[in-house]
Structure formats: structure tokens, C-alpha cells
């Protein structure tokens, strides 16, 4: 069945900026390692906030490995400073948890290694506060297909140091049936590169669920979004590396982004 896209749909194209967050502070990482400070979350979300993004997409990317929950104090100084969707994951594995960064200010619950570790927390998340609520996030990386894993993408988690032996589609398609109401697909090997994002497997989740679909990992310029959308039949792209990575030459403001997406290529974007 064909993923819903925003071409196909009318919708508008939604830039996103992802942060992964250490003791209240935006980082960037380059295939998941290596990460560099970029700045204090709340003052970086103001940034991109009065710049035009759509949404934040807020990764407390230690809280799992040191089985905590979610900072919600960073979490609150967010949301208070921006006025658009904020997904949070990290840390989140129970029902309380997801209850306590909505309490904060979250709009949307991130679920990716704990939902490996337990599904029935996407279908928990989804019973208790809709569909809509809850993003299946994956990390997906290129591997030689085998009968276990026919699309040659292989689901990892604990930050890509973990492989699960899944496939990414099959785990795409089992999320929605859980009640994922969309799903991010981060590319490990393309994370940070600035060198596009993998078409190829946001490509065939869009097509193999009816979900939107968020490609993650790799822009490095507006074509490379415009990409995504048009080829890829995503319906979101984070962008995070073009706003404000140390490693590019050159950052690009928000509007410069959707201005290019609209001009060249006739996407249509919210404009502020």
C-alpha cells in the first residue's frame, strides 16, 4: 500500500530540526559517534524557531543507557520557547514516562529501542493518546540481504550499537499495526555525511506503510531535501546538519531551505 506523502496528499512539507540532547546541550553526531557541542537546547530551538522550522524533534540520547527518564527540566525550558510540534524520545518506557514529557511540554512521543525491546508499549502509547501521539523511530543501516533481513536494511538500537537481526520494513509495516502514527527512518550510514539522505530505504518504508514518513540522516543542502520529498515520498526531513552543524562550510537559515524547496522545485511549505 502507498505511504502517504505530501505530494500526493496536498500536505505541506515539513522541516524538522532534530536535537540530540547531553545535560541540556544541542550535539551532532556523525554516524551516531562523535558527538560535537553545538549550543544550549533552549537558545538553539528559539534560533530555528523564529527562523521558520515546523517541528523539533527533542533525543535525550543518554537517558536509555543510563536508565533514566527523559530531562524534563530541558524538556520544559523547549517548549516554552517554541510554538510548533516537539517530539521527545529517550528514556521513555512505560506509560509514566510518556505522561511525564507530555506534562512538559511534548506534543509527541519518539519510541525506537524500547520498542524493539516491547512492542506493546507503541500500542499502549497509541491506546492511551491516539495514533497521532506516537512516532516509531527506527535506526536502519545497509547490510547484505539474507532470508531474515530481504530488504538489506537491518534495524539497530542503544545508538547504532546494537544490531537486532530485523529487517526495516518488516519492522516499519509491524509498527503501524501496533499503532505508530508515523515513522522516522534515521540512516546510520548517512548520519551527518551531508551527502543526502538514503532514498533507496525511505523510499520503500513510505511505499510499505500508509504513515508519513520522516527521512532522517544526511542533508547537506536544499536539493537534498527536496529529494526526499519528491523522490522519496517522505513527508518530512530533518535538516538538522544545514541549520546549524559545526561540521558544514556553511549553515543555511530555515527560510533560505523553503525558499529553495518552493522556487526550484514547486514544493509547497508553511511560510512565516
Known amino acids: 500500500m502507498p505511504g502517504l506523502t505530501s505530494t500526493s ?5 515539513r522541516l524538522i530540526a532534530c536535537f540530540d ?15 560535537i557541542d553545538v549550543g544550549d537546547a533552549a537558545e538553539v530551538a ?7 522550522i515546523d517541528e523539533i524533534i527533542f533525543y535525550d540520547i543518554l537517558a536509555s543507557a543510563q536508565r533514566r527518564q527523559a530531562d524534563l527540566a530541558t524538556i520544559r525550558k523547549v517548549a516554552e520557547t517554541v510554538f510548533v510540534p516537539l517530539t521527545v524520545g529517550g528514556g521513555i518506557r512505560s506509560l509514566e514516562d510518556m505522561h511525564a514529557v507530555l506534562a512538559a511540554g511534548a506534543e ?11 512492542p506493546s508499549i507503541i500500542t499502549e502509547g497509541s491506546a492511551e ?22 530488504s538489506g536494511y537491518e534495524v539497530f538500537i542503544d ?20 499503532g505508530a502514527g508515523e515513522i522516522c527512518v534515521n540512516s546510520i550510514d548517512q548520519d551527518g555525511t551531508h551527502e543526502g539522505y538514503d532514498l533507496e530505504i525511505t523510499r520503500a518504508i513510505a511505499e510499505a ?8 540522516g544526511g542533508a547537506g543542502s ?14 518530512a526531513a530533518i535538516v538538522s546538519s544545514l541549520l546549524y552543524s559545526p561540521r558544514m562550510e556553511r549553515t543555511v537559515p530555515v527560510r533560505e531551505i523553503k525558499a529553495e524547496l518552493a522556487k526550484r522545485y514547486g514544493l509547497p511549505v508553511r511560510l512565516t
Not at 506503510?209 to 532522517?216: K, Q, T
Open 21 to 35: 540532547i547531553i545535560d541540556g546541550r544541542v550535539t551532532k553526531a556523525r554516524r551516531f559517534e562523535d558527538n
Open 108 to 118: 509527541k512521543i519518539s519510541l525506537d529501542s524500547m520498542a524493539v525491546r516491547n
Open 9 to 13: 496528499t496536498g500536505l505541506t512539507t
Open 159 to 178: 545508538g547504532a550499537r546494537q544490531a537486532t537481526g530485523m529487517d526495516a520494513i518488516a519492522w516499519a509495516r509491524r509498527g503501524e499495526e501496533l
Open 222 to 235: 536544499a536539493e537534498h531535501a527536496a529529494a526526499a520529498f519528491t523522490e522519496a515520498g517522505a513527508s
Open 129 to 150: 493518546f491516539g495514533r497521532q501521539c506516537i512516532v516509531q523511530s527506527m535506526q536502519v543501516k545497509r547490510v547484505p540481504v539474507t532470508a531474515e533481513i530481504p
Open 209 to 216: 506503510v500508509n504513515l508519513p514518513v520522516i527521512a532522517s
Open 46 to 52: 528559539a534560533s530555528v524557531y523564529a527562523d521558520g
